[in-house]
């Protein structure tokens, strides 16, 4: 006859290492579970967001260009108002800082008559008042302090040497007892007679050559290329 103590054996016990593995196991879901119900607690960072198209619009006619404006790109203290303007002033969060991170950049469009573009003042002002230092900064441009005449105090100019229509800016060092970055303002020279003034952070320069396309592309999404 069979052996019956074959069918009667007790089953083996799991070995210490597989019940030290479940637990482990265990412990790291519960552990999981409980990051993932914290997360969702707290409080999310609020990023910038980039400018938005959608939503009410604002009918301007500058220098006889229509242009339709989304009215959360209007400056906080810009009129609301339509019809003739002699002026715009508008501010777009654009990833133009250090490492494309959002930076807010303020446009004002008014007419080219009224302005001369930054590339034109170049060699017809700034060359004039440029001293002998040399800056370095953002790569592919050069940096040249003012001097304190013509009210050109703690500024510099930052161009692109290589082009003939240079990139161009002007930046001024903070206010006394102030920190942070620099402000920089280039005007450039639009199609139908229009020009648009930026002004914006010194991280941006980092940019510089991404600036130019990044402006006329949303510009032109509210006729203003």
């Not at 501010?91 to 446009?107: M, W």
Request: aromatic letters at 8%; charged letters at 15%.
């Amino acid at each position: 006859m069979p052996n019956s103590s074959a069918h009667s054996r007790p089953a083996e016990p799991h070995s210490v290492p597989f019940t030290m593995g479940a637990i482990v196991l265990i412990v790291s879901m519960v552990g999981l579970s409980a990051t993932y119900v914290l997360t969702s607690l707290l409080p999310r960072p609020q990023w910038p967001e980039l400018p938005r198209m959608d939503g009410p619009r604002i009918e301007r006619t500058l220098v006889g260009k229509k242009l339709s404006i989304p009215a959360s790109w209007l400056r906080d203290n810009a009129p609301a108002d339509e019809g003739f303007a002699s002026s715009v002033d508008l501010e777009l969060t654009l990833p133009l800082g250090k490492a494309a991170a959002l930076s807010p950049i303020e446009v004002t469009l008014l007419p080219l008559s009224q302005v001369r573009p930054s590339a034109n003042l170049l060699d017809g002002v700034y060359l004039h008042a440029f001293m002998p230092d040399q800056l370095s900064g953002p790569s592919g441009l050069i940096g040249k302090p003012l001097d304190g005449t013509d009210g050109f105090q703690d500024e510099t100019v930052w161009y692109d040497p290589l082009s003939p229509n240079p990139f161009v800016a002007k930046c001024s060092s903070p206010p006394a007892g102030q920190t942070g970055p620099a402000r920089c303002l280039r005007t450039v020279g639009l199609t139908g007679g229009i020009a648009a003034v930026y002004g914006f952070s010194a991280d941006v320069l980092d940019n510089w050559r991404q600036f130019d396309p990044e402006l006329k592309s949303w510009l032109g999404r509210i006729g203003a290329n």
